[in-house]
Each structure stands twice: as structure tokens, then as C-alpha cells.
């Protein structure tokens, strides 16, 4: 096991990341080490050094990773699903625990609801107190007991798992759970993101007849018909009006109604509105890009009640999106080819691949710890 580890710090907002050395504490009861190859970048990643969430500084930032196990601590012998874990073990993990005792973990069953100590890998955790490292941005990150833990199946390497990252679990909440595609369904994705991209696959899966993308730019929707994810593809950015754009989307549906289910994965506000237009009578509308407060945005509630809409909101996912996430990879990656999303960056040029997400350069950035032996001590907080 590696004694000292690297880490992409966030001191403060709206400044670059400082890159750091931590010692690998040796891991507790029920607590793991874990090498970490490949840490994703995310949207909310690019907020929260913007400052437009609410977190503690100093941070390790990364909430989705994969990586191998280094050491187990006592009593940890098997992940989540009752697989049998080992040093070397290639490994992934929901990047929060929740507290297990408030009203919607024990009564709702809705533990991403949590109100009570919901602890969140690389955002709500501090580096300056103990374990350090509890971000993936990281040569090694230290799992705490209450994580779940997830062997990846027989043929699925680490670099499957990352494309998707927080977006995959996300997609199975949103798609699967809160809305429920029906086979045969028309459903609309709204946004052609690492989320959007996500939610179309899910809808396939779900048995979706037909997805129909709505997004942008023009290089994104390419990356989106390579990979086979959409039978339509409709660019936002082509100096289209919401109201064409929505007329089009019609058009591509039965009697032109409208979708049997519209998903919005965009995280832009108006766009809900302009997703409403698209919906059929009876239609489910699922807000489910919305992580970041945007503001409001006007609405007509008139349509929700004429069309007689079921709309849902579906905040992050649980244990059990992760794990059927994770034991979908092998039907995901048989299917499409998930690698074809990435960009990869060394662990210290994370404030370029932050800058390339922030840009829309890339469609899936990914930090690639490594570098130079990490068994050489240096003092605590010593950049490298």
C-alpha cells in the first residue's frame, strides 16, 4: 500500500486547484484504501469551484472514480452485493453514505432525500481533518465504513465504469425508477451531455421505440449518433426557436401529439418549458437535470393540467441505481462504445480538463492519477 498520496485540492473558490500530499492513513474497521485510475469530471465539479454550492474548504473534489483495492480494513470482506473483495480487486463505489436514521432513509426509503449526516466523497468532505483523502482526484482515496462497495463483473475493466460516471446511476434513478419506460415509449432527451447521453441509453434499454435528442452543439449530437443513442438528433444551437424546435420533435411522433415521455437532462431552466411543449396528453416529464440552482423560469401551469402531465423530479441516486448501474455495465459496453466519450488528463492538469468541461470542449473528461513512486515521504501538505 502506498503511503502518501497526491491530491487535486479546492482551497478556494474561484481559484485554481493546488495540487497536494497527504500520508494514506492505514485504513480503519470496515474501511478500505483504494488506488484510484480514473476520476470523472463533472458539471457539478465545475460549480463547485465557481463557488455556486455550498461546501467546506479545503476539499479533495471527485464524487465518481473507480479504481483497485490496496488494503482492506478488518471485518471489510465482501462488497455490497456479497462478492468476495481482495487487495487488487478493481472496484467502484457510491460516492455517498447517508445517515440511515432520518425520516426519508428509514421511512420514505428515499435516502437521497437524506436530511440528516449525508457524507459525499469529493464534496462535503473536508481534507484538512480525517481521512484527507475523500475525493477521487486523487492517487488514492480512502473509502469509510457505510460505503458501498461494488466488485466490478467479469469483463469489465475500470476504464468501462468512468464514462458515465455519476451520470449512469443518475440516468437509472430518473428513467428507470421515477418514470418507468414502457416499451414502445417516444422519449424525448433533452441535453447531449454525459446526463443526457445516460438517459438515452437507459430508455433504450428500458425498451424505448424511439429516442429523439434534443441538445447541442453540433459536435456533442455527433458524438450522440456515433454512438447510436438517438433514431433523431435536434441541435439547440443552430438558431432554431423553442417553438420550431418543439414542432419538429412533434412531428416525429405518432398523430404529432407529442413524446410519451420527455426527460430534461440539460440543467438549463428554460428548458423545462420548452419540454413541456413537447409532451403528448398524458405524458411523464421528469426534471432531472437541475443540480445547480439556475433561477426560475417562466412557466405555464396551464399545460401540466390541460395535458393532464405526471411530472417528476429525481435528485442523484441510491445504493440501488448504483448497483444495477454497475451490473448493467456488461450489456452497456457490449452495446456502445462508452470509451469513445473520453478525454483523458494527468491527475496535475486538472484545472485545464475543468476548464475543457466548463467550455464544452470535451464530452467526458477523466483524470488519470499516476506519475512518479509514491512511497517517497514528504511533509503533509507539501505541493509536488
Known amino acids: 500500500m502506498p503511503t502518501r498520496s497526491r491530491a487535486v485540492v479546492l ?9 497536494e500530499s497527504f500520508e494514506v492513513p492505514a485504513p480503519g474497521e470496515m474501511a478500505a484504501i483504494v488506488d484510484v485510475e480514473y476520476a470523472g469530471i463533472c458539471g457539478t465539479d465545475v460549480h463547485l469551484q465557481n463557488g455556486r454550492l455550498p461546501i467546506p474548504t479545503p476539499v479533495v473534489l471527485g464524487h465518481e472514480a473507480v479504481g483497485r483495492v490496496a488494503a482492506l480494513g478488518a471485518g471489510l470482506t465482501h462488497d455490497a452485493c456479497g462478492v468476495p473483495l481482495a487487495p487488487g480487486d478493481a472496484v467502484s463505489w457510491l460516492n455517498n453514505i447517508s445517515c440511515g436514521r432520518c425520516r426519508f432513509c428509514l421511512v420514505e426509503q428515499q435516502p437521497t432525500l437524506c436530511t440528516g449526516s449525508r457524507r459525499i466523497y469529493g464534496i462535503n468532505q473536508r481534507a484538512d481533518a480525517f ?19 461494488v466488485k466490478l463483473p467479469d469483463g469489465v475493466r475500470p476504464r468501462d465504469v468512468i464514462p458515465l460516471g455519476c ?51 453540433a459536435d456533442r449530437l455527433e458524438q450522440a449518433r456515433r454512438l447510436g443513442i438517438a433514431a433523431v438528433y435536434v441541435d439547440v444551437t443552430d438558431g432554431s426557436a423553442a417553438q420550431d424546435r418543439a414542432a419538429a420533435v412533434r412531428a416525429e411522433t405518432p398523430e404529432s401529439l407529442g413524446a410519451d415521455v420527455v426527460i430534461e437532462c440539460a440543467g438549463v431552466p428554460s428548458a423545462v418549458a420548452e ?12 426534471v ?55 478525454s483523458e488528463y494527468p491527475l496535475e492538469a486538472a484545472d485545464e480538463a475543468v476548464a475543457d468541461v466548463k467550455a464544452g470542449a470535451v464530452m467526458k473528461a477523466v483524470l488519470r492519477p499516476g506519475g512518479p513512486p509514491r512511497d517517497v515521504p514528504t511533509p503533509e501538505g507539501v505541493r509536488v
Open 11 to 19: 482551497r478556494e473558490f474561484m481559484s485554481p486547484f493546488e495540487m
Open 275 to 286: 419540454g413541456i411543449d413537447m409532451c403528448r396528453p398524458g405524458a411523464q416529464y421528469c
Open 167 to 217: 451520470a449512469g446511476p443518475t440516468a437509472v434513478h430518473g428513467v428507470l425508477d421515477e418514470v418507468g419506460i414502457r416499451p414502445g415509449d417516444v422519449v424525448v432527451v433533452q441535453g447531449s451531455g454525459p446526463v443526457g447521453v445516460a438517459a438515452a441509453i437507459y430508455a433504450q434499454l428500458g425498451g424505448a421505440g424511439k429516442v429523439i435528442m434534443v441538445g447541442g452543439p
Open 288 to 342: 432531472l437535470g437541475q443540480y445547480t440552482d439556475h433561477g426560475t423560469t417562466p412557466l405555464n401551469p396551464h399545460l401540466i393540467t390541460r395535458k393532464q402531465l405526471r411530472v417528476h423530479g429525481s435528485w442523484g441516486f441510491s445504493a440501488r441505481h448504483y448497483i444495477t448501474y454497475i451490473s448493467s455495465l456488461p450489456r452497456l459496453i457490449a452495446r456502445f462504445d462508452l470509451g469513445s466519450l473520453l
Open 131 to 149: 481521512p484527507h483523502l475523500s475525493g477521487g482526484w486523487a492517487d488514492s482515496i480512502y473509502l469509510q465504513p457505510g460505503t458501498i462497495m
